[in-house]
């Protein structure tokens, strides 16, 4: 607290409270009749000023889900006074609250994340903080906002592949055609490895790859066919966090070059 003198007819002063319980200051007010010469002050009096804390949320970080991932409840912090909440947006899981609700207790409740669409859900959660104190003897009863939280929560599609071939069956010294693997979902990745089963020999296609499998050439320098599997993954990434669909194979069989007797 500190202490000053003001000559003045008004109190104008802006009031902070940094801390998170309330504060008082106290105003002596002089009475001063200035008609008559010399002054006159009249009797002081005390003003009881009190200034309430602001309530403030910590920060919570936005999410990123996958379809079906379980969300475990998640605190929210408060330095002093009570949260309300609703949310708008996509139906995500989260037990719909469209009227402003008391959020007790102060976490945000576990779910079950949910998108069958083809595209993101987002929900936005909103968080309204508040304090309220009675001062006494008075019992005037104060209130005061503090900024609202925003927590955005992503819900990422699950991704899905277009029917590839079943198999890819070449001679030796030919190419393939290239594969451009699909799917309904909009911003999807494919990425592919191609695993084998016989170490010793190559089909000259790379071990991995993201989007087009391209054309690759046969090779078969052993006197029994040689196999090799092709896997592709669907993926969709938001924000870096990446959700990984149903896995399809491709079986590459490369005959052997036939021999003149």
Not at 14 to 22: A, D, G, H, K, R
Not at 42 to 51: M, R, Y
Not at 231 to 254: A, H, L, Q
Request: aromatic share 8%; glycine share 4%.
């Amino acid at each position: 607290p500190s202490y000053s003198v003001q000559d003045t007819s008004r109190i104008i002063d802006v009031l902070v409270n940094p801390e998170s319980y309330t504060q008082e200051i106290k105003y002596v007010v002089n009475f001063i009749n200035t008609s008559i010469d010399p002054l006159c002050p009249g009797q002081s009096d005390t003003i009881h000023v009190f200034v309430l804390p602001e309530p403030t949320i910590t920060p919570i970080a936005d999410l990123v889900l996958c379809h079906y991932e379980d969300i475990n409840s998640i605190p929210v912090n408060i330095n002093i006074g009570t949260i309300n909440w609703f949310h708008t947006g996509d139906d995500i899981g989260l037990p719909y609250i469209s009227n402003t609700t008391l959020l007790s207790p102060n976490e945000i409740p576990g779910f079950t994340s949910i998108n069958n669409g083809t595209s993101i859900e987002t929900l936005i959660i909103h968080l309204l903080p508040s304090y309220t104190e009675i001062i006494l003897p008075s019992n005037i009863s104060k209130t005061c906002n503090g900024i609202e939280e925003l927590v955005q929560i992503t819900v990422n599609p699950i991704p899905s592949l277009n029917p590839l071939t079943d198999s890819i069956i070449l001679c030796p010294n030919v190419f393939s055609n290239i594969i451009q693997p699909s799917g309904p979902i909009i911003g999807s990745s494919y990425t592919w490895v191609n695993n084998w089963t016989n170490s010793n020999s190559s089909i000259s296609l790379a071990p991995n790859g993201t989007g087009t499998i391209p054309t690759f050439f046969g090779i078969n320098n052993n006197s029994n066919a040689v196999e090799s599997e092709i896997i592709v993954t669907p993926t969709f990434t938001t924000n870096s966090t990446s959700c990984y669909g149903e896995k399809d194979t491709i079986i590459v069989k490369i005959r052997p070059m036939p021999n003149v007797l």
